[in-house]
């Protein structure tokens, strides 16, 4: 019999390019390993489809190893398995369903399919101050997303507001880092430079922000235009043979990406009433962001809740707390005839 009181639950996160395993019982953590392929897709500036699945499927056995021993259980304890179907990288995906499947009807045990976008607001249950209340309006920015959701619960009701247009936010910083001769991944070597500059000493263009594409764009985001501005500015001052002052390119790009972010995230707390805002992705890891998020959601009287960094770029056990609460509120598994899903929308929060 399945426990659904408080589920010992393994999840897989194979979405792009962190192998991701992590067990919970109920809402407690129990181990959350992650084996990230970032450095082989260092030179390529960008993480590569076929690099991040072969990667995944060397990683998995390890990480599976390390994340059972860790949590002290036996894989014949598990109540169930979680594993992300979607969005991501198809090929990606595929290694993580394929080892799901392949886990459970080993184990004979059931299998819940979850959507990556909500496990990264799943995450949040695992903190220590206990679960936000709902509903919540999430902004997960990544290398891979950029989106803004409003939670009107966690396992039923999920819609997304508004999404980039073109680049992440966390792309956005990798393609700046790049036009700075910055490495990869960008965001936190443009942070180290930006800590010198003046924020205010370029006025970079905010993407979607005029007031006509408040009415049609309200809570989307684009940030290629932005990236644009940057190259044209940087190569102007290169051609005339000046020097380039990286810090202030990078503390004025900073502030721009942040400005829209924070802004449009507080501005739908506004719109629906909604005084809650959870931020998840690796773009978080920007203290900038978290400050300024700060301020403006306690200028507003929005509750802010950031998890854990390990809990907020991409990882198992997001998958695995989602699925848990899925298995607590009753929810029946996944059947094996799902697959990896690289355009799964948000509203399916778990896939039968
Ligand atoms: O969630 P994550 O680890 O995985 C992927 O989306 O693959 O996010 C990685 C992204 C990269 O684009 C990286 O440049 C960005 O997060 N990032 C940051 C910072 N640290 C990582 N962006 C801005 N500031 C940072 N400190
Ligand atoms: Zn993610």
Redesign the pocket.
């Known amino acids: 019999m399945m426990n659904r009181d408080a589920p010992l639950v393994l999840g897989i996160e194979t979405s792009?390019?962190?192998t991701g395993i992590g067990i919970v019982r109920g809402r407690e953590l129990l181990a959350n390993v992650i084996a990230s392929s970032m450095d082989e897709h260092a030179r390529y500036g960008g993480?590569v489809p076929e690099v991040a699945a072969r990667a995944h499927l060397e990683a998995l056995r390890p990480a599976l190893t390390e994340a059972v021993a860790t949590a002290g259980i036996q894989l014949s304890d598990l109540d169930a398995v979680a594993v992300t179907s979607g969005p991501g990288l198809s090929g990606a995906l595929m290694v993580g369903v394929g080892a799901a499947k392949a886990l459970a009807l080993s184990l004979n045990k059931p299998l819940y399919a979850v959507n990556h976008l909500v496990g990264h607001v799943g995450a949040d249950v695992l903190g220590e101050e206990g679960p936000l209340e709902y509903p919540t309006i999430a902004l997960l920015v990544?290398?891979?997303?950029t989106s803004l959701l409003l939670v009107r619960d966690l396992t039923s009701d999920v819609e997304l507001l508004g999404e980039t247009i073109d680049d992440?936010a966390?792309?956005a910083?990798?393609k700046v880092a790049r036009i700075l001769g910055l490495p990869y991944?960008?965001?936190?070597h443009?942070?180290r430079v930006a800590a010198d500059g003046d924020p205010k000493a370029i006025r970079f263009p905010r993407g979607l922000t005029l007031p006509k594409d408040m009415e049609k764009h309200r809570y989307d985001f684009s940030f290629s235009g932005l990236k644009t501005a940057v190259a044209r500015w940087v190569e102007v001052r290169r051609d005339a043979g000046e020097e380039i002052p990286i810090a202030d390119v990078a503390a004025s790009f900073r502030e721009a990406v942040i400005d829209v972010l924070t802004s449009k995230a507080i501005a739908a707390c506004k719109d629906y009433g909604v005084p809650r805002l959870l931020l998840g992705?690796?773009?978080v890891?920007?203290?900038h962001?978290r400050e300024v998020a700060q301020q403006r959601a306690t200028s507003a009287g929005v509750e802010l809740r950031i998890p854990a960094f390990s809990l907020?770029?991409?990882n198992g056990a997001m998958i695995a707390a989602l699925a848990s609460e899925l298995i607590m509120e009753g929810a029946e598994p996944s059947s094996l005839n799902f697959g990896a899903d690289s355009t799964l929308p948000v509203t399916d929060i778990h896939v039968h």
Not at 185 to 188: A, I, K, S
């Open positions: 792009c390019d962190e993480v990544s290398g891979g997303h992440a966390g792309e910083f990798d991944p960008g965001g936190p443009i942070d992705g690796g773009v890891a920007n203290a962001l907020c770029t991409d």
